[in-house]
């Protein structure tokens, strides 16, 4: 029989950013042509070429990695400073702080390297970035470039925040980055819930507590501790990093701090967070002050306070963390291949991160990568509402209101900073303002929790809202819908304990699953699993 000859080439390309990670290059590997030649008479030589075949392609793989590892005496921060140092910017990307919602016109500007939290009239600021310098690159070009980091682990890329680093904050030196690799959150298809609770197929839930210190307020910390170490590396007065906190801020922001070897000092309500939260902040040796009063007093002191002392204030009145937050809304963009869902639903507060969302959408509209924005819900516990209340009034006359507790204590906020940031996001976003009541995102969360999830009560008042959206059909079946978890559920696990043991006062705790106390006795424990295992 005639011989059938085969011939196998085996070549492939990297594309990764280029030293200065501005633009792509494609890196040719060495290719190799094998060819393998079969006949009914043969068969060992078939099973020689391709014990051939298998040590070439071992050897092709090890002289990649001969090529391309770092020397073993660097590390992955001295290798990205090596491949700067040779390649400087020359694209000309620069942020700077201007007044939020300010005029075009305004030639109010700051510096990043500024000190400064308010305008001159006492409002809110905003980071602006040189869009035009941006627009030079179209939109394919960058979902290449953001997608060629992603699941890498190059210095600062490997980060989800730093992977957009040219939108993030695109001065700072990587010598200067101080990141945990955050972000890069997974993005689930809530399969069950959808489908047998709300009656949906496209359901999913960005899972942002499953970042280093358990939520989502790693994604701006990483951004605020770095500018903070590129300002005491610039000989700037910055003695330390401060915030007011209900206890997902302060475990950030001792955790970057402490990776800086930058002190942290941390303002608590007492008695009003989790100690898994408590806990976070004094393991990672910030100073903790634990104070007589709510989130909005330990907010008032940390103002005056950084007012009088060279601490840098870390609260999202500082519009830098921001720039973090939204990457969050470009990674839920990138993990739909770049598809835009129709709804996005954030638990809000302090309100800086429905802005921040907002902000991570419209630029990937502004520079191409999507051609418009998803709809955005916010979602507010009944028991610290303020921003409800104003969308309910048709947002005339804002009052803030006296939080009071509430299982979501991260949101227990009742005179939010961010509020004009929020209004404007929502106005834009054609968005929605919806509540939860603790009973509502007790039942929401344990409900869900059924379905595989473990949700934070935070993400419950997201649930509850969603819930009630698709009874009043504003959000259809077949509406693609993200759901944004903030929190990771095992900070608030005296919630669940009190939940499912059915000792919350007035709730009717509806989805609660307690142990069973049974004997230790074969026939007992046969009753019990035959009664709960009888098919219905």
Known sequence: MAAATYSLLLQSSLVSPSPNHKHLVRTPKPSISISISCSSHSSEQADLSLSNMNQNQNQLQQHQYQ????????????????????????????????????????????????????????????????????????????????????????????????????????????????????????????????????????????????????????????VLISQVNRLRKMNRPVLGVGCASTGDTSAALSAYCAAAGIPGIVFLPANRISIAQLVQPIANGAFVLSLDTDFDGCMRL???????????????????????????AIEILQQFDWEVPDWVIVPGGNLGNIYAF???????????????????????????????????????????????STFASAIQIGDPVSIDRAVFALKN????????????????????????????????????????LRK??????????VVVSTAHGLKFTQSKIDYHSERIPDMSCKFANPPVQVKADFGSVMDVLRKKLKPV
């Open 302 to 328: 940390i103002r005056e306070v950084t007012a009088e002392l060279p601490i840098y204030l870390a609260n999202s009145l500082n519009s830098l963390r921001l720039e973090g937050q939204k990457t969050a």
């Open 67 to 222: 090529q391309h590892r770092r020397p073993a005496t660097e590390n992955i921060r001295e290798e990205a400073h090596r491949h700067n140092s040779s390649s400087p910017n020359n694209h000309g990307f620069s942020a700077k702080y201007v007044p939020f919602n300010a005029s075009p016109s305004t030639e109010e500007e700051y510096s990043l390297d500024d000190i400064i939290y308010r305008s001159r009239s006492g409002g809110l600021l905003d980071v602006a970035h040189d869009m035009d310098a941006l627009r030079k690159f179209d939109g394919k070009y960058w979902k290449e470039l953001f997608d060629s980091r992603t699941g890498r682990n190059s210095w600062p890329y490997g980060s989800g925040v730093w992977s957009k680093k040219e939108w993030v904050l695109p001065g700072i030196d990587s010598d200067h980055i101080i990141s945990l690799f955050e972000g890069n959150s997974n993005l689930f298809w809530a399969e069950r819930f959808g489908k047998e609770v709300l009656g949906m197929n496209d359901l999913w839930v960005k899972n942002c507590g499953i970042s280093h210190t358990g939520s989502f307020k790693d994604l701006g910390m990483t």
């Open 472 to 481: 009043s059909k504003v959000i259809g079946p077949t509406d693609r819908t």
């Open 429 to 468: 976003s054609d968005g929605i303002v919806e509540e939860a009541t603790e009973e509502e995102l007790m039942n929401a969360t344990s409900e869900a929790d059924l379905t595989g999830m473990f949700n934070c009560p935070h993400t419950g008042v997201a649930l509850a809202a969603l819930i009630k």
């Open 358 to 404: 907002y902000k991570g959408f419209t630029m990937c509209r502004e520079l191409g990568l999507v051609d418009r924005i998803p709809r955005l819900v916010c979602a507010q516990a009944a028991n610290a509402n303020p921003l409800y209340l104003h969308y309910k009034a048709g947002w005339s006359d804002f009052r803030s209101v006296k939080a009071i």
